[in-house]
T-cell receptor, first 113, second 110 residues
Framework: ETGVTQSPTHLIKTRGQQVTLRCSSQ?????VSWYQQALGQGPQFIFQ???????GRGNFPPRFSGLQFPNYSSELNVNALELDDSALYLC????????????FGPGTRLLVL | GESVGLHLPTLSVQEGDNSIINCAYS??????FIWYKQESGKGPQFIID?????DKRQGQRVTVLLNKTVKHLSLQIAATQPGDSAVYFC?????????FGTGTRLQVFP
């Protein structure tokens, strides 16, 4: 086990709704990254937070947003859900922001109907 | 653009045999690579990493080889076991993100 936890494990939403996914980092890690993994694909980088600030962002629209809290836990928010947002959402924590090993949580499976 | 890809989508091996999973990358400036194992319903699990100042690194039953000349790396699993059945990803560890390929499914049969 990596010590990274995510909630909920599964979620079903309808198109147009909003969703919040949560992640608790491994103890001592100040950096969290979020990834989207479509079925049969590798994870795609959404964004990274370092000490409560966004540190980098992938090719995702602004309706994907995030927060990192002082205890380094994190949230991923997705507004105006689309069918293509159905995926496994993974968070990963690391000791620092530059090329440190990232340890993944079990993911949240989101289904948009 | 940057990309990390895999040659074989599925690899079937007999229990006890050695497995070799290959990966190609396109960014010649990349200097840090990680192999992850992902079992069904779980997040990727760190297996082993290698930096570009090395050609080979060994772990417990696993070896990663890096050939910077042809931008290729491989993961070798010795004495493959049923518990090794999973999807394996190589990932390029950039400054602020990991770039994953699509993965290779390893199937181990008795």
């Amino acid at each position: 086990e990596t010590g990274v936890t995510q909630s909920p494990t599964h979620l079903i939403k309808t198109r147009g709704q909003q969703v919040t996914l949560r992640c608790s980092s491994q103890s001592g890690h100040n950096t969290v990254s979020w990834y989207q993994q479509a079925l049969g694909q590798g994870p795609q980088f959404i964004f990274q937070y370092y000490r409560e600030e966004e540190n980098g962002r992938g090719n995702f629209p602004p309706r994907f947003s995030g927060l990192q809290f002082p205890n380094y836990s994190s949230e991923l928010n997705v507004n105006a859900l689309e069918l293509d947002d159905s995926a496994l959402y993974l968070c990963a924590s690391s000791l620092d922001r530059v090329q440190e090993t990232q340890y993944f949580g079990p993911g949240t499976r989101l289904l948009v109907l | 653009g940057e990309s990390v890809g895999l040659h074989l989508p599925t690899l079937s091996v007999q229990e006890g045999d050695n497995s070799i999973i290959n990966c190609a990358y396109s960014n010649s400036a990349s200097d840090y690579f990680i192999w992850y194992k992902q079992e069904s319903g779980k997040g990727p699990q760190f297996i082993i990493d290698i930096r570009s100042n090395m050609d080979k690194r060994q772990g417990q039953r696993v070896t990663v080889l890096l050939n910077k000349t042809v931008k290729h790396l491989s993961l070798q699993i010795a004495a493959t076991q049923p518990g090794d059945s999973a999807v394996y990803f190589c990932a390029e560890n950039m400054v602020d993100k990991l770039i994953f390929g699509t993965g290779t499914r390893l199937q181990v049969f008795p």
